[in-house]
């Protein structure tokens, strides 16, 4: 028989560590002196403790091996709480492998401009959103007002709305002329459609998304910063982008520089 410290320099596992998994049911002391309460161990107690530092290394927790060393485990759940680990391990490798992807990023971002920019470029998981909606050619990307119009006058005062209203842009790129644009309130629960005034749901998903303080004129500065952002994160587009006036002035003026606008752009892995 051992004593816990000569058992703690052969297994090289802290007598702490030793204490700790006894109080936990997971290797108890061989025997225990009655009248000193010292613990003692044997050597064959070494190949259930090693299983226990190899779970432990796995990443398993202390409670989970202890379900794992259980008697009579059927095999079928050792498999399942394996699989279930190797898929929390898996997770854990994608979510920082792109985390680095966005390090990497910023890194050569400042190494074009060397200099930080002043627009953050996150990915957000948005959720679908319901919304009545308004769609047309318009001019140009600064003459919406009229279909914002139409759009409140028909959805009136029975609409309740549940975030701030945002324009949906439909052309593949950037137009100096005739405009697809959609624009669109949230709303808290479906109602009739009126008019051209369309309900539907706005898809979700991963977003690339920044925020722009200022005013409408100088939204191209944002956009550029998407831009640069795209060229070195691994993402591309896969939708329509979208502003969403977190902050408007009234009435809409294109140099007030109260305003505050996210700018998001459905994206996927490249």
């Not at 202890?66 to 009579?72: A, C, E, N, T, V």
């Not at 394996?82 to 391990?89: F, G, P, T, V």
């Not at 831009?227 to 939708?239: C, D, H, M, V």
Request: with cysteine.
């Amino acid at each position: 028989m051992l004593k816990i410290g000569d058992f703690s320099k052969l297994s090289r596992v802290s007598v702490q560590a030793l204490r700790h998994y006894d109080e936990m049911g997971l290797l108890k002391p061989a025997s225990v002196d009655n009248f000193t309460a010292y613990r003692y161990y044997s050597a064959n107690q070494l190949p259930r403790l090693n299983r226990i530092l190899a779970l432990k290394d796995l990443g398993f927790s202390l409670e989970q091996i202890g379900q794992l060393l259980k008697d009579g485990l059927p095999v079928e759940e050792l498999r399942g709480m394996l699989k279930m680990k190797r898929a929390e391990i898996e997770q854990r490798l994608e979510e920082g492998q792109e985390r680095l992807m966005r390090v990497e990023a910023r890194l050569r971002q400042i190494e074009m401009e060397n200099t930080m920019s002043n627009y953050e470029v996150v990915i957000k998981k948005i959720e679908p959103m319901l919304v009545a909606a308004v769609r047309d050619t318009v001019p140009t990307y600064s003459q919406q007002g009229n279909l914002w119009g139409e759009l409140y006058a028909q959805i009136g005062q029975g609409a309740q709305f549940a975030g701030p209203c945002l324009t949906l842009y439909h052309d593949e790129g950037y137009r100096e002329r005739d405009v697809d644009v959609e624009v669109c309130q949230p709303i808290t629960r479906s109602m009739p459609a009126h008019g051209r005034v369309k309900v539907r749901e706005l898809p979700g998903g991963a977003m690339a998304s920044t925020v722009h303080n200022g005013a409408y004129n100088r939204l191209g500065q944002a956009y550029e910063a998407v831009t640069r952002w795209l060229e070195t994160s691994g993402y591309k587009i896969a939708g329509p982008g979208r502003e969403l006036y977190l902050q408007a002035a009234q009435p809409v003026r294109q140099d007030d520089e109260s305003c505050v606008t996210e700018i998001r752009f459905p994206v996927e892995k490249a």
